[in-house]
Structure formats: structure tokens, C-alpha cells
């Protein structure tokens, strides 16, 4: 079983920069991929980066070149940087965990609005 706790979201202005974290508890070791999704207001949910145990880093195309995804030290921790944020990021995200032993497992999730 992995716990996933989300911190950073907030309110920010077009262009606007914010830094999103999630941290893993319990069997961190196991984590076989991790990453984020967003789900929009009235929208399904989409992913948004992703992370793989070989560390191959997968991006949506919405996000490409805006956003990065990076891990900690101790991998029980991941990152997303988001950078010239645009109205059209506004969401809630939430973080993501998979292994083998229980499946995904996800974070409560955090607001971001980007908004003037």
C-alpha cells in the first residue's frame, strides 16, 4: 500500500509559475511508475506527466515544454514544475503511484486555478 499527499496548488496568474509536490509513504520501493493527472472543471480527468521505473519521462502535448516532472533523492517524492500556466491548466491534480503488489493508488488532489 502506497499513501499519496499533494502540496502546492493555489491560485496563480496567466504566466504564472507553481511547483507541485506528492509524497509517497509505505511501500515506496515498489512504485513502478508515478506522475499526475488533472481533471478540469466539468472534464474528464487527463494525464499529464508521467514517470516510469527505467525513468522515462512521457509529457501531454497541452504541457510539453511548460511543465517537468522530476523525482527527489529518495524517490518518495515527485515534482511538478509548472511554468507559463495558462487559464486552460486550471484543475485539480492529483498524483498517482502504481505497483505490481496493489495497482495505483492516488492522492486526495490539489486546486490549481490560473486566473487574472
Known amino acids: 500500500q502506497v499513501e499519496l499527499v499533494e502540496s502546492g496548488g493555489g491560485l496563480v496568474q496567466p504566466g504564472g509559475s507553481l511547483k507541485l509536490s506528492c509524497v509517497a509513504s509505505?511501500?515506496?520501493?515498489?512504485?513502478?511508475?508515478t506522475g499526475w493527472y488533472r481533471q478540469p472543471p466539468g472534464k474528464v480527468r487527463e494525464l499529464v506527466a508521467s514517470?516510469?521505473?527505467?525513468?522515462?519521462?512521457n509529457y501531454a502535448d497541452s504541457v510539453k515544454g511548460r511543465f517537468t516532472l522530476s523525482r527527489g533523492d529518495f524517490y518518495n517524492t515527485t515534482y511538478l514544475q509548472m511554468d507559463n500556466l495558462k487559464p486552460s491548466d486550471t484543475a485539480v491534480y492529483s498524483c498517482?503511484?502504481?505497483?505490481?503488489?496493489?495497482?495505483?493508488?492516488w492522492g486526495r488532489g490539489t486546486q490549481v486555478t490560473v486566473s487574472s
Open positions: 498517482y503511484a502504481v505497483t505490481r503488489a496493489t495497482g495505483i493508488s
Open positions: 509505505g511501500n515506496v520501493f515498489s512504485i513502478t511508475a
Open positions: 514517470i516510469t521505473e527505467n525513468n522515462r519521462i
